[in-house]
Each structure stands twice: as structure tokens, then as C-alpha cells.
């Protein structure tokens, strides 16, 4: 008795189909299929796809461009696409892995898995046709000049773009996942107040006892340790997740940009509880947050006092304001381009040309000496030269970024609080 052999498929009849360009292109629509979800079909709580338009269909322009010329190109530039595509994709599937490792897969993160899949797909297809395409028929002089001007191109294509571009995505998509656990002095009550732009944003409050009330920024999670020092010595605290962190809606963005927003509404909660005084709210900001609060207090009177402690600059604007034109544009220019297309919105003004407008809010300038590698001491110099009365500065010595409390605690103590009781109390 005999038994018909199962019919398979031979190895030439599924290359047919399955050819490199085929799966290239597969790969690429993954991508495309999660840059759609992320900025239209999924988006964070709070956003809709209206929030995306530029950015979004900006990136599924380039990603629909590259499919449709990978198909028409010769096979040096289908390397060139396929290793650039594939880079993106495996960047955009990056923020899948940071929340399945800081909380759980959720809405979009799962087509981010198969972004990360067709990423690696096209990485290994830019490599072999890079391979296979090479020319070999050539002297072995014109061979080696070729090769080395292919790699001077790519050893300056990391710096100038690849790098830049990943730290505008990175920091544009990922953020604190989890709210911590309040450490505070005194135990807080759970508030929430929502942006001029519809965001509710989550936080804790701590009443005042000595009836002035200090907003510490950003986060619920490294304002802590300033937290117990205002709240030994009277003063009432506001800590909240910023937009796109912890509890709050929105889209993250470490740079900070549309962040002075969520200041705003934090101050007019504050103004609209009867517990607080309105003529005596002030803010403490670190790093970002201190430039966000540059932002806010130049365009509000809700403040009457502020810290601001290891401010330099959250977009190119800062850069060449800080280190002049030419090394402003090479030591960051890509990534201010990158972060507004990742989040369709504009950088902020630069922070020197607010700092006039601060007053007669009063303004502390901390930063540390060493602070981002000796980096902090000319922007907070020139912030402080244009800022109008009252001012004051401080230079942590041997201090690192926003370090001071740490650093001289005592002295740190000292000089804040003394700074908020003149001006608040």
C-alpha cells in the first residue's frame, strides 16, 4: 500500500515570490503601518490625529517615497534606502521596548514590534545588496578610494544626522511610565487641572502653612528632596507629571517644548483654590523644568518668584545664542528638525530674548560649576546679565547638573529658602 507524498512548494516556485525587493517593500509598509498608528490611528491619551498632521504625514510622505523608489533604483541606492528605512524602523520600534520593560504593551506598541521586525529585515537587505552590488571589476587603487570615500561619508552621516535624528525621536516619544512613590514630608492630596490645550494633567499638593506655595518642576519624581525642603520650612508644593509622563495625557518631549502650557495651568489651579494666596506663588524648575519656567513666567504675572536651576537651552536656537552660529548648527542643529517633525510643533523662543520679560517677577539663577561638562556657566551668565530687577546667581562650586542640593545642602537650603521668604513671605 503506498502513500502520496504531501506536495510542497519547491524552493524556486517561493523564491519567485518571496525576492528581495518583495520582502523590502514588505518591511518598509510595516514601518509605514506604525508611524500611521502612532501619530493617527493610536495616539497617547489626550492627542487625536489632528495633533500629527505635519509631522505624521510628513514621515509617511518620506517612508511611501522610499518604497515606491526602491522599486526604480539601481542596486547601490536600493542599499542606501533599505539601511536608512531600516534604521528608522528599528528607532521607531524602540519606544515598544522601553514600555513593555517600564510597564506593559499597550495601543500602538504592538505595530512598534513589527516596525522594530521590518527594521532589521531591511538592515540585513542593505548589508547584503551592499555586498553583492560591490565592484570588483576595477583597479584595486580606484577600489579602495571608493570605499573610503563611502565610509568618510557614512563616519559623518552619524554624528551630523543618524545620532541627532535618534535622540529627536527617543526624547520625543518615551517618558516616565509609572508615578512614584511620594517622599515628600507631608503627606499630599491628589489634584488634577487640565492645559489651555485640553490636557489633564495629574499631581500632588501639599498646603501651605506659612501661606506661600511653590511650584516644583518637572515631574513628581525628582522634585522630591527640594519638596521636603520648602515643606520643612512652611511652604505649600505643587508636583505634577508634565504632559505625556506618569498619569497626565499628552505627548512626551523631554526638550520641554509647549511644557511652560502645563505651567500655566498648574498657577491657575493654584490661584482657583481658597487655601492658596494668589500674590504669593513661586516655582522652582530643574534643568528643563527651569527653562520651561522661564518660558511661563515671561508671559504671566502668576508668578511673583523663580528658580531656576541648570538652564542652557531646549533647541538650536539656545545653541547658537550659547556657543555661536556655526558650532551652535554642528553640535545639535539635526535634532531641532528632528523633534519638530516627530511632534509637529515649533521650538520655543530662545531663553535669553524671555528673560527680559520675567520681571518684576524676582529670578534665581543656580547652575554648577561643572554642570554638563563646565557648559551651564555662559548661558546662566548672560541670563542673569539680561534679566531685569530683582536677580540673583549662584555658581554651585564643584557642582554638576542641577547638583546643588546635594552638592552644598546646607548653603543650597540657605540661599533658596532665604530667596523665597524675601520675595514670597
Given at each position: 500500500m503506498s502513500v502520496a507524498a504531501a506536495h510542497f512548494p519547491s524552493r524556486s516556485a517561493v523564491s519567485r515570490?518571496?525576492?528581495?525587493?518583495s520582502l523590502a517593500l514588505a518591511s518598509i509598509g510595516l514601518v509605514g503601518l506604525h508611524v500611521v498608528d502612532d501619530n493617527f490611528l493610536q495616539p497617547e491619551p489626550g492627542m487625536t490625529a489632528v495633533d500629527h498632521l505635519p509631522g505624521g504625514l510628513t514621515l509617511?510622505?518620506?517612508i511611501a517615497a522610499g518604497g515606491w523608489a526602491y522599486r526604480r533604483v539601481r542596486p547601490g541606492a536600493r542599499a542606501a534606502l533599505a539601511l536608512l528605512l531600516?534604521?528608522?524602523?528599528?528607532?521607531?520600534g524602540t519606544e515598544s521596548v522601553y514600555y513593555s520593560v517600564a510597564a506593559t504593551p499597550t495601543g500602538d506598541d504592538f505595530t512598534g514590534f513589527l516596525s522594530l521586525a521590518g527594521g532589521f529585515v531591511l538592515l540585513g537587505i542593505g548589508i547584503r545588496t551592499l555586498w553583492r552590488s560591490r565592484r570588483t571589476d576595477d583597479s584595486l587603487r580606484r577600489r579602495y578610494l571608493r570605499r573610503g570615500v563611502v565610509l568618510a561619508g557614512v563616519v559623518v552621516l552619524i554624528p551630523l544626522f543618524l545620532l541627532?535624528?535618534?535622540?529627536?525621536?527617543?526624547?520625543?516619544?518615551t517618558a516616565r511610565a509609572g508615578v512614584p512613590t511620594p517622599h515628600l514630608g507631608a503627606t499630599p492630596e491628589n489634584v488634577s487641572f487640565t492645559t489651555s490645550d485640553g490636557l489633564r494633567l495629574q499631581g500632588w499638593f501639599i498646603p501651605s502653612r506659612n501661606g506661600a506655595t511653590v511650584i516644583a518642576f518637572p515631574g513628581r519624581s525628582g522634585p522630591q528632596k527640594h519638596t521636603r525642603m520648602l515643606v520643612k520650612h512652611g511652604y505649600g508644593v505643587l508636583l505634577f507629571d508634565r504632559r505625556g509622563e506618569g498619569a497626565s495625557e499628552g505627548d512626551p518631549n523631554i526638550f520641554g517644548w509647549a511644557g511652560d502650557r502645563d505651567l500655566h495651568a498648574a498657577?491657575?489651579?493654584?490661584?482657583?483654590?481658597?487655601?492658596?494666596?494668589?500674590?504669593?506663588?513661586?516655582?522652582?524648575?530643574?534643568?528643563?523644568?527651569?527653562?520651561?519656567?522661564?518660558?511661563?513666567?515671561?508671559?504671566?504675572?502668576a508668578f511673583k518668584a523663580i528658580v531656576s536651576e541648570g538652564a542652557s537651552g531646549q533647541s538650536i536656537r539656545d545653541d547658537i545664542e550659547n556657543v555661536g552660529l556655526v558650532d551652535g548648527i554642528l553640535s545639535g542643529g539635526a535634532i531641532t528638525p528632528a523633534t519638530a517633525l516627530f511632534t509637529s510643533t515649533l521650538p520655543p523662543s530662545s531663553l535669553k530674548s524671555e528673560i527680559a520679560k520675567i520681571a518684576p517677577t524676582a529670578a534665581f539663577?543656580?547652575?554648577?560649576?561643572?554642570?554638563?561638562?563646565?557648559?551651564e556657566t555662559k548661558p546662566n551668565r548672560a541670563f542673569y546679565a539680561a534679566a531685569g530687577e530683582p536677580k540673583q546667581i549662584w555658581e554651585v562650586p564643584n557642582g554638576q547638573h542641577i547638583a546643588g542640593i546635594t552638592t552644598e545642602p546646607a548653603e543650597y537650603e540657605r540661599r533658596v529658602i532665604g530667596f523665597f521668604d524675601r520675595e514670597l513671605r
Open positions: 515570490y518571496v525576492t528581495e525587493r509617511v510622505a518620506l531600516g534604521f528608522f524602523g528599528v528607532l521607531a541627532p535624528v535618534s535622540i529627536g525621536y527617543v526624547l520625543t516619544h498657577a491657575k489651579y493654584l490661584q482657583s483654590r481658597p487655601d492658596v494666596d494668589p500674590d504669593r506663588i513661586g516655582g522652582i524648575g530643574f534643568s528643563v523644568g527651569g527653562e520651561m519656567l522661564i518660558h511661563a513666567a515671561a508671559h504671566s504675572d539663577f543656580i547652575y554648577g560649576e561643572h554642570g554638563q561638562g563646565g557648559t
